[in-house]
């Protein structure tokens, strides 16, 4: 056998390439078109036509239906999509993935690309050096573009040639002349290989190698395809493990749905490739070589398989609905537990998309600690000793899910940049991360402000009905405030300049309005209207009170760095 260790090494190296190429072409893509993809995600509809043409049209853009899947499940976990919306987008995104199998197939075999990749990358490169940033992501889709052929090129070259190496084709005959089990067989070993590479186009794109070399028969690529079908709903069901149990049954739709369509093909397999060798044979021309034919018939298997399965089974999304529903029952904390909603600890959706979901659960959280401030102004008129107990432990809890929101968003916006991001969005994170700071202080400024009143309460005095009138004025004015920091932080990147200004003059005022108050308490004082102890304690509210001003208009700063 003439097949030696570093011939080896040249196979998985060249599948390492192809791997790389794909990996860098995806995320130059996602980073071109970053926001048009945001919005084509917020317009997603209750149509399953609209949401099977969604699913098409994003993978189709980013190159990978496995990060289509996983931003679907982390959209249905935050509640931005039902459960049979994220079936239709899953069942798009099956259509939208043999994209990649043409591109291989006409790209690695009907064209010689390579004579095309080194101008390719003479072109990317001054591309990717550029000050602009949407030439710079199409400079890194070309050089993806450039590794991925490169490395299919290479893959096909490393290849063993069978004639070559007589005791390697007798031992896949041994596994190829067992009727239908072969089929069964090849189905599972396509499974296990993409579960392992994680990747759907490289098992593709070995699948194609095989068949043009002559390893197996394409009905027996034909059965590898649909186990790449099968091994790739893998990602969505890990990114879903720590997920709610919504986004849990749409990653298990995933599954349903294409262990569905592989059980009613195998039933009329063989009809159905005939069926596929008559329609290739009817668009190509007849003087095409044989290993562009095997290409095309199996390209076109995965495109025909995936494109009825959908047909017949956009009509049963209810279904499928039920059936998930049946075998993932919900968790009774789902709802009570204090959690983030919009992102998990789970697997990141692509880092561009993972944006909008940090974004979210950033207003999330601002909306939560304008409740404990509710809380607080509550708990100021709250006479009853077991009520002020119950309210005051609330707003403990609610502190310390502050702290825990701020470690888990930023955390997450570490690990999104960890990806790579356009410029724009690494600046974003930048300025998220300040917003998650600026607000958790929010609440820690709450929480002392809870504090003061409990020491008051426990040391028996009460304020004057004047300071009563004083502190409520305040306090509305700091609700103002928040209120819009909150309309500020919603808006992201949308919000005018009005809207600027009208934070800054809510905290001047409230500025103004601390100085006045602090003089007026040191006559109020000296005049024996109250002590001084008490005075300390109104001070302090007010003090506290214009610290939220200044961090409220810190977070909408932030949001306009």
């Not at 190159?63 to 931003?71: E, G, I, K, P, R």
Request: aromatic letters at 10%; charged letters at 20%; glycine letters at 6%.
């Amino acid at each position: 056998m003439d097949y030696s260790f570093n011939d080896l090494l040249k196979l998985i190296g060249s599948l390492g390439l192809f791997l790389y190429g794909m990996k860098i072409m995806s995320e130059g893509l996602q980073k071109f078109a970053g926001d048009r993809l945001r919005s084509i995600l917020t317009a997603m509809t209750t149509n399953r036509v609209t949401g099977v043409l969604t699913g098409v049209l994003i993978t189709a853009l980013i190159q990978s239906s496995s990060a289509t899947t996983v931003m679907v499940v982390s959209f249905v976990n935050a509640g931005l999509l039902t459960l049979a919306e994220s079936i239709s987008v899953i069942m798009g995104a099956n259509i939208g993935t043999t994209v990649t199998a043409w591109l291989i197939s006409i790209g690695g075999f009907s064209v010689d690309v390579n004579a095309f990749v080194l101008p390719i990358l003479a072109i990317a490169l001054p591309l990717i050096f550029s000050g602009k940033s949407n030439r710079k992501y199409v400079g890194e889709f070309l050089f993806g573009f450039a590794f991925l052929f490169m490395g299919l090129t290479s893959l096909k070259d490393s290849a063993p040639d069978l004639s070559e190496n007589p005791d390697m084709l007798a031992f896949v005959q041994n596994y190829t002349d067992m009727g239908f089990f072969s089929i069964l067989l090849f189905l599972f070993i396509g499974t296990i290989v993409t579960v392992v590479v994680q990747a759907s186009a490289a098992t593709m794109a070995i699948t194609l190698v095989m068949c043009v070399n002559g390893w197996i028969s394409v009905e027996l690529g034909a059965a590898l395809v649909l186990g790449e079908n099968i091994g790739t709903t893998i990602t969505a069901n890990l990114a879903a493990l720590t997920a709610n149990s919504q986004a849990k049954r749409a990653a298990f739709a995933h599954f349903v749905f294409n262990v569905f369509g592989v059980i009613w093909v195998l039933l009329i397999f063989h009809p159905f490739m005939e069926f596929v060798e008559w329609a290739v044979g009817k668009v190509t021309s007849p003087d095409i070589s044989q290993e562009t034919l095997i290409s095309y018939q199996l390209s076109a298997f995965h495109s025909i398989f995936n494109v009825c399965n959908v047909l017949l089974l956009i009509w049963l999304v209810k279904f499928i609905e039920k059936t998930v529903c049946f075998f993932i029952r919900p968790k009774e904390d789902d709802k009570d537990e204090p959690r983030l909603r919009y992102i998990t600890g789970g697997m990141l959706s692509t880092s561009e998309l993972s944006i909008l979901q940090a974004h979210k659960e950033i207003h999330l959280f601002s909306e939560r600690i304008h409740r404990m401030y509710g809380m607080v102004r509550e708990l100021l008129h709250t006479e009853d000793d077991d009520e002020f107990t119950k309210l005051y432990s609330r707003i403990e809890k609610y502190e310390n899910i502050s702290d825990n929101m701020e470690l888990e968003i930023a955390n997450y916006l570490n690990q999104v940049s960890d990806g790579r991001l356009s410029s724009e969005s690494k600046l974003r994170i930048r300025t998220m991360l300040r917003e998650v700071t600026e607000i958790e202080s929010i609440g820690d400024s709450c929480y002392n402000l809870a504090r003061t009143i409990n020491r008051k309460r426990q040391a028996g005095t009460d304020f004057t009905e004047k300071q009563y009138d004083h502190i409520h004025f305040m306090m509305k004015l700091t609700n103002d405030a928040l209120t819009q920091m909150i309309v500020v932080l919603e808006r992201d990147d949308h919000y005018t300049s009005a809207d600027i200004n009208k934070s800054y003059n809510i905290e001047n005022e409230i500025n103004n309005y601390r100085s006045q108050l602090k003089n007026q308490n040191i006559l109020d004082v000296n005049n024996k209207e109250y002590d001084y102890q008490t005075g300390v304690y109104y001070m302090d509210l007010i003090g506290e009170c214009e610290k939220l001003g200044d961090l409220s208009i810190s977070a909408n700063s932030s949001s306009d760095l």
